[in-house]
């Protein structure tokens, strides 16, 4: 296929190129980590386990799935022996009875206007050519609210631009 090695997740990161769990999810998940860290100390990071971007490797083990493959694990979260955890598993199967694809807007719709007081904050990525960012401008903007102040302000992390923020009016959600 034309994208086979890609990883649709994070199209900018290598991939593991063998038939191993690694080998879909783990640059996303390991970019996570180190973005959501960044202000926890080099030292701490490393006794938790997370990878630092510079030593990524792309096939490395999949934590997740090994630990939660264990069989301890397995009865404490009450998971069936049988299962085995695999990273982006498409084996779920969802019982739909009139399509395969349902919207979930009406229930972003359901949240922001039900008097829960939640914040609802919507990340889409430019690099994820899985759930793009097109294609969740399209549902979030379909969703009837009025745009509070300017759309796509800036929004910065330590003074570098880090995305674009859209709020809406009278609502707690937001478009990042």
């Not at 979260?77 to 085995?84: A, F, G, N, W």
Request: glycine letters at 8%.
């Amino acid at each position: 296929s034309i994208v086979g090695n890609l990883n649709p997740y994070a199209l900018d990161y290598p991939v593991c190129t063998t038939d191993s769990a690694a080998r879909r999810g783990r640059a996303q998940r390991t970019w996570l980590l180190n973005q959501m860290l960044a202000k926890v100390a080099p030292l701490d990071r490393k006794r938790m386990g997370v990878t630092a971007l510079e030593e990524y490797q792309p096939c490395e083990d999949d934590y997740a799935s090994t630990y939660l493959n264990l069989a301890s694990v397995k009865a404490a979260i009450h998971v069936k022996d049988d299962v085995k955890w695999e990273s982006c598993s498409y084996k779920v199967s969802y019982d739909v009875t009139d399509s395969t694809e349902v919207s979930t807007a009406p229930i972003y719709n359901y949240l922001v206007d039900g008097g829960y007081d939640l914040n609802i904050l919507v990340y889409s990525g430019d690099d994820d050519s899985v759930c793009g960012t097109i294609g969740t401008q399209s549902w979030i903007w379909g969703l009837g609210y009025e745009v509070a102040g300017k759309s796509w302000q800036t929004y910065t992390v330590d003074q570098q631009v880090a995305g674009y923020l859209t709020q809406w009016k009278d609502t707690q959600l937001g478009f990042l």
